[in-house]
């Protein structure tokens, strides 16, 4: 267990070969799997490491980050017992499979990063000399809250979605030897990860945000200017975005005809698509640059009820320097120290009282986007996070040398 990155040996400045493997890439990006590993790799690409980023699925290519492709065939492979039996637990392509391990055995990667619940199989069969498991957020959590607010519409997703994280898990608890050497990561909960058993366990990683997407603007004193973005046919996000029109900007609305509400996002759900047919409401679909689309919005609104696929808006947020207002359940999603810089709510007249002293006092957007941009720079830079990282992948190549280095005959044995 590595409890705090402060305690990691300084990195060396040799570039590492990696290979990072996704089960699916979606650009434009929709889902929090994808956002991890594309930031992940611009900043390692960054930092002057060589990367191969690989995906079993892709739906589409990024401007600046390379994403391979791991070709398919129809012709399954025949593969060890716990191999296959692990493709047919997470749906993965043996074929794909096999094809990884082979590519990997060539190419001599120091390390290999699976990106991801689905990318299991696919991170087990590389070949590496040492391997880590980006875990992302608890999907147990995020299978219950679906069921809670999405089961009465799609009852039938909810259970098989309930059904394949249980299969999974039991697998891997009957059959732990596959994470053998695996070190798992993850965002904040530790606790779930018992799931997934290894030998090596595991550490934190906070998310991040891109400084060179999110971070060129100015904020502007007008606080009637209310923004929210997102995945837009998410149903955490829609649900957000229809509690906060229905208890708390019509309120502001009817008081204040100036008021603005601003949904920014790809993939608009029907629901959202109605709320933006009322006065005051503007929907602004598939934006290229979200800094420039929200440009004139002063505040930021992050109404959720549940916590989960929210914390890179709280970032963005924070990096662009908006006045972030958030619901409760937020603050539980980030390390409690150092203190989390945005104003939090619970109630809609709670929300309805904040958002109108910020209009009615400006200023404090300007006082506060100073304080928000250098918690972000401090805490959530990718760059830092992944050096980082980085740090604790040498201790576990340098710890696997000093176990594969033969001892001489005769040799005293070396002080602990």
């Known amino acids: 267990m590595i409890p705090e990155w402060s305690n990691l040996p300084k990195p060396t400045s040799k570039p590492l070969r990696i290979l990072a493997v996704i089960e699916q890439f979606n650009w434009p990006i929709r889902e929090g799997s994808t956002t991890i590993a594309y930031h992940f790799t611009k900043a390692l690409r960054k930092l002057g490491h060589s990367v191969d980023l690989y995906t079993a699925h892709s739906g589409g290519s990024t401007p600046d980050v390379p994403v391979l492709r791991i070709p398919s065939d129809p012709t399954e492979n025949r593969l060890e017992a716990h191999l296959c039996a692990l493709t047919r637990r997470f749906h993965a392509s043996p074929f794909q499979v096999v094809?990884?391990?082979?590519?990997?055995?060539?190419?001599?990667?120091?390390?290999?990063?699976?990106?991801?619940?689905?990318?299991?199989?696919?991170?087990?069969?590389?070949?590496?000399?040492?391997?880590?498991?980006?875990?992302?957020?608890?999907?147990?959590?995020?299978?219950?809250?679906?069921?809670?607010?999405?089961?009465?519409?799609?009852?039938?997703?909810?259970?098989?979605?309930?059904?394949?994280?249980?299969?999974?898990?039991?697998?891997?608890?009957?059959?732990?030897?596959?994470?053998?050497?695996?070190?798992?990561?993850?965002?904040?909960?530790?606790?779930?990860?018992?799931?997934?058993?290894?030998?090596?366990?595991?550490?934190?990683?906070?998310?991040?945000?891109?400084?060179?997407?999110?971070?060129?603007?100015?904020?502007?004193?007008?606080?009637?200017?209310?923004?929210?973005?997102?995945?837009?046919?998410?149903?955490?996000?829609?649900?957000?975005?229809?509690?906060?029109?229905?208890?708390?900007?019509?309120?502001?609305?009817?008081?204040?005809?100036?008021?603005?509400?601003?949904?920014?996002?790809?993939?608009?759900?029907?629901?959202?698509?109605?709320?933006?047919?009322?006065?005051?409401?503007?929907?602004?679909?598939?934006?290229?640059?979200?800094?420039?689309?929200?440009?004139?919005?002063?505040?930021?609104?992050f109404p959720f009820k549940l916590g989960t696929g929210i914390k890179n808006k709280i970032l963005e947020s924070a990096a662009m320097g908006k006045y972030s207002i958030v619901s409760s359940c937020i603050p539980l999603d980030f390390s409690p120290n150092p203190s989390l810089p945005f104003e939090v709510c619970q109630t809609a007249t709670d929300w309805t009282r904040s958002l109108a002293a910020v209009a009615a006092r400006p200023r404090i957007i300007t006082e506060r986007s100073a304080h928000l941009r250098n918690w972000v720079k401090e805490f959530h830079d990718w760059e830092k996070i992944v050096g980082n990282l980085l740090q604790a992948v040498r201790l576990k190549l340098r710890e696997k040398e000093d176990t594969d280095r033969p001892v001489r005959a005769g040799s005293p044995p070396s002080a602990a």
């Open 99 to 301: 094809h990884l391990r082979n590519l990997s055995r060539q190419q001599e990667y120091d390390v290999c990063f699976g990106i991801g619940l689905g990318s299991c199989p696919y991170l087990i069969s590389a070949n590496a000399r040492t391997r880590f498991w980006l875990l992302g957020d608890n999907p147990l959590r995020n299978a219950c809250l679906f069921a809670y607010l999405e089961g009465l519409r799609s009852p039938v997703a909810a259970l098989r979605e309930f059904n394949t994280l249980g299969r999974q898990a039991l697998f891997l608890q009957r059959h732990p030897q596959p994470l053998d050497g695996v070190t798992w990561v993850t965002a904040k909960d530790q606790r779930w990860a018992r799931l997934y058993p290894g030998t090596q366990k595991g550490m934190l990683f906070p998310n991040g945000v891109d400084f060179s997407r999110f971070g060129r603007f100015d904020p502007p004193p007008d606080g009637r200017r209310l923004a929210f973005w997102g995945n837009l046919a998410y149903y955490n996000n829609v649900h957000a975005v229809e509690w906060f029109y229905h208890n708390v900007f019509s309120t502001l609305y009817r008081q204040d005809h100036m008021y603005r509400f601003v949904i920014a996002g790809s993939y608009p759900d029907d629901r959202i698509c109605r709320i933006a047919e009322n006065p005051g409401v503007h929907l602004r679909e598939n934006p290229p640059d979200m800094d420039e689309c929200l440009s004139d919005c002063g505040v930021a609104v």
